[in-house]
């Protein structure tokens, strides 16, 4: 049962979720009121558009209010794999054309790292997305969630949703990470302490302070729907502050309220990686170390970017891929691609013996360009380890963070980027 405070309410201290929902909407809400908002972005996957363009056309008999909000991303079975889904690709090419919505094709790359490229998300943005990892956009402030396509469909057709405000989860990193660390084992240290329905339907709020580039945070939000979370926030700092005109208003209030609040220090954190089969079986890879691994893919909305390539290249330079074990490279877009291919980073990484892949998403959720076998181990800097997500039930899934899994490519087994260096 949705439960709503009574109106109107004593004002008090806003978190980040309430101040972005209370600026887009008609009235300042807090956490369990129901908020009717403007919506600034909504994206569509091509795994989801016939589904879209069906409740459009069928269902709402309507075109797009604001055609300049709306993106078709083909990412997820980029180029196709099957003769259908051409032909669903094919019709979202079709529809973009009808109705003058933004179209990004094959190559392009993965949705949540294009829109950010495009200043399609921006602080104190509202932007909706057709893929649960929509709160990738938390990284710059905007208040980004996955909805499903018939939400997507309404949201496109009347500019606006309807959204039951979360309560807020407030984490607080100190210290500084150690180097071999990252931002991908933060998360996964944040998502082991939540637990993986520890932020059900809530907003995590991360305050790190200065740290931390954009592609850094787009990985800590990103990974923040693996603890159920609706959005996941990264208060603005760093460069953040250099790359957007960042509203004050945007910020949390002193004194908000959070249901929970978690302190996380980086200087006593090693690197992690997420176990079968739930993100929240988080160790320290020294006690995965040994384990024979088949396949190894680097890339993804959580870790494909350009300085990921780079975390993977400076283990991989110099040594090769152990025989026996596939490493798959697939850059995040196509400004990830040619950025990599001008300074060298793409010749480390074949010469290493990768495989280079379409920018998109790959094989992350195991329908085309390198699925597992039955009892295959791969490890992964993506962000879902469930079972069957990459290929068969009965293969096994570790995620890692890029330097970690450039490591496990060159022993052919669970290992940490030192143990390249001395294995010499």
């Avoid at 956490?31 to 056309?57: H, K, N, P, T, Y």
Wanted: proline content about 5%.
């Amino acid at each position: 049962m949705i439960t709503s405070h009574p109106t109107p309410h004593t004002p008090h201290p806003q978190t980040m979720a309430e101040k972005i929902l209370s600026r887009r909407g008609d009235k300042t809400v807090y956490a369990g009121d129901l908020a009717v908002v403007e919506v600034d972005q909504v994206m569509v996957v091509d795994s989801i558009a016939q589904s879209f363009i069906e409740r459009m056309q069928k269902d709402l008999a309507a075109v797009p209010k604001y055609p300049e909000r709306v993106s078709i991303v083909v990412d997820h079975v980029a180029p196709a794999s099957t003769v259908s889904v051409a032909q669903a690709q094919k019709e979202a090419r079709e529809y973009a054309a009808q109705t003058g919505v933004a179209l990004f094709d094959v190559g392009r790359g993965i949705c949540h790292q294009v829109l950010m490229e495009e200043g399609l998300a921006r602080p104190g943005w509202i932007v909706l997305g057709s893929d649960s990892h929509s709160t990738t956009y938390g990284a710059v402030a905007a208040f980004g969630t996955g909805m499903g396509a018939t939400d997507i469909a309404l949201a496109a057709a009347s500019g606006k949703t309807w959204l039951r405000v979360p309560e807020s989860v407030k984490v607080t990193f100190t210290g500084e990470l150690r180097p071999g660390v990252s931002a991908k084992d933060l998360a996964l240290e944040m998502i082991r302490t939540l637990g993986a329905d520890g932020a059900t339907y809530q907003s995590i709020e991360i305050h790190a302070g200065d740290r931390f580039t954009r592609g850094e945070r787009m990985t800590l939000a990103n990974l923040c729907v693996e603890a159920g979370a609706k959005v996941g926030l990264v208060v603005p700092g760093g460069e953040i502050l250099t790359m957007y005109d960042v509203p004050e208003w945007v910020y949390p209030d002193d004194g908000a309220t959070y249901v929970q609040h978690i302190e996380l220090d980086l200087s006593v954190l090693n690197p992690r990686m997420s176990a079968p089969s739930e993100v929240d079986n988080v160790h320290d890879v020294s006690e995965l170390r040994g384990l024979k691994v088949d396949q190894v893919f680097i890339g993804t909305c959580t870790n494909g970017r350009l300085e990921d390539l780079h975390a993977a290249a400076e283990v991989l330079r110099g040594h090769k891929v152990s025989p026996g074990t596939r490493l798959l490279v697939i850059p995040a877009s196509s400004q990830v691609m040619e950025a990599a291919m001008e300074d060298g980073t793409l010749l480390t990484l074949q010469r290493a013996g990768a495989v280079l892949g379409t920018p998109g998403c790959g094989p992350c959720m195991g329908r085309h360009q390198g699925v597992l076998a039955p009892g295959e181990v791969c490890v992964s800097t993506s962000n879902r380890n469930f079972i069957g997500r990459m290929g068969d039930k009965d293969a096994q899934i570790y995620l890692a963070s890029p330097a970690v899994a450039a490591a496990t490519a060159v022993m052919g087994k669970i290992a940490l980027p030192g143990d390249v260096g001395a294995a010499v």
